[in-house]
């Protein structure tokens, strides 16, 4: 019995030891400059070398693995989980991760009152997708072309905004955004009614209110992969 159970804790402790590992291979270590370092991420820390932060990957290991199990539950409860990641250089991971797990996502700009104001954000989603509809069906082709050019660029400019989204006809259950402090506006949404929120945090973001604050780089396009895989591959 005490052989099985020391068994056990040394197969916990390697596993550690090599996601330890694949998370500094994968650059998540690295911080923003000291000078730009958040007092509430001063926990997070585990020094600062040629005035770059470092990340405690401890620290990150253990919101890792507590955001990976709160995904997990969520997705075999049903539930939804909007992923939000505006940033051009790694959104293409966020798209790729919602889409495999079969949520919806915002990749190109936060829309706003997508939470706080869904009643009429979820009116402009159907007006999107009766409109796409429309021209699919070649409904449209009975406007004049003036007429049509005028319903094409309106269709694009919904479809950015709304392609991620298109499926929902409810609030999220949760959202998992990439970078807190470049989508404050998600964040305080979601905090402001009570939607939880798991964010890869950096060493400028404040991670107060959310309820898996991931301490990682979003300098490196490595990190953002590794994180995102980590917690939807359960």
Known sequence: MIT????????QDLEKERILKEMAEAKVCFGHSASRLHPRMKPFVAGVKNTQTIINLEKTYDYLIKARELFSSLKKEGKTILFVNTNPATNDITEAAATKTSNPFITN???????????????????FNELKKKKESGELEKY????????????????????????????????FVIDAKIHQYAVKEAQRIGIPIIALVNTDNDPTGIVCPIPASDLHRSSVEYITNFIIND
């Open 4 to 11: 099985t159970v020391q068994n056990h804790l040394n197969q």
């Open 109 to 127: 700009r936060w829309i706003g009152g997508f939470l706080t104001n869904f009643p009429v954000i979820s009116k402009r989603i159907a007006y």
């Open 144 to 175: 004049t072309k003036k007429e049509q050019l005028k319903f094409e660029e309106e269709l694009e400019e919904l479809e950015e905004l709304f392609a991620g989204v298109k499926n929902c006809q409810k609030l999220p259950d949760a959202i």
